[in-house]
């Protein structure tokens, strides 16, 4: 802060246009995730047996998932195999918006990530870029999606911090 010559003070941090708050948070999707687990498909939890696997798969109710992005995963060792997979996102395509592997916290990550590959990263060329690092409960930020946003800021940034203006970590001086 410093004064100006009316006696007011002035936030040369604001003022700055070198300095850029990035808030990862606002590359959220509000999609709903819903997650589907192959186990209750299988026989025991274990074993994939094609016409128990089908017949689970004729019956289940797809349209809970309309709109909404499908998380499919196991979470036991079973093996399944990739026709299995594939007959999972078949019947789902009808009603689910995508359908990708991993848990629901994994499709979120692999959202921000589809996300931030649309950003246009040349606009912090020679800036100085703080992360921020408060996010809500409701929308959080994993660590990957920190990673994956420093590696495309740091080639190009003169200085990459973590937190607030008036509070941050330094991460990188170019």
């Known amino acids: 802060m410093s004064t100006a010559a009316d006696?007011?003070?002035?936030?040369?941090?604001?003022?700055?246009d070198k300095l850029v708050t990035l808030d990862l948070q606002?590359?959220?999707d509000d999609t709903p995730v819903h997650g589907l687990d192959l186990k209750d498909f299988l026989v025991e939890g274990l074993m994939l047996k094609e016409?128990?696997?089908?017949?689970?798969?004729?019956n289940y109710d797809w349209k809970?998932?309309?709109?909404?992005?499908?998380?499919?995963?196991?979470s036991t060792d079973?093996?399944?195999?990739?026709?299995?997979?594939?007959l999972v996102a078949a019947r789902a395509a009808g009603s689910a918006r995508d359908v990708l592997t991993g848990r629901p916290r994994d499709v979120r990550t692999e959202l921000y990530r589809r996300q931030l590959e649309e950003v246009d990263w040349e606009r912090f060329r020679d800036?100085?870029?703080?992360?921020?690092?408060?996010?809500?409960?409701?929308?959080?930020?994993p660590e990957s999606?920190?990673?994956?946003a420093s590696t495309r800021l740091v080639p190009l940034v003169k200085k990459l911090?973590?937190?607030e203006a008036c509070s941050n970590v330094p991460v990188y001086r170019g």
């Open 78 to 86: 079973a093996i399944i195999s990739k026709w299995a997979w594939m």
């Open 51 to 58: 016409e128990v696997f089908r017949e689970c798969i004729d």
């Open 161 to 163: 911090m973590y937190g």
């Open 26 to 28: 606002q590359y959220w």
């Open 7 to 16: 006696g007011t003070i002035e936030n040369k941090v604001k003022q700055s």
């Open 145 to 148: 999606v920190y990673l994956y």
């Open 127 to 141: 800036k100085f870029v703080i992360l921020k690092g408060c996010s809500s409960k409701e929308k959080p930020v």
């Open 64 to 74: 809970q998932h309309r709109g909404a992005y499908l998380a499919v995963h196991c």
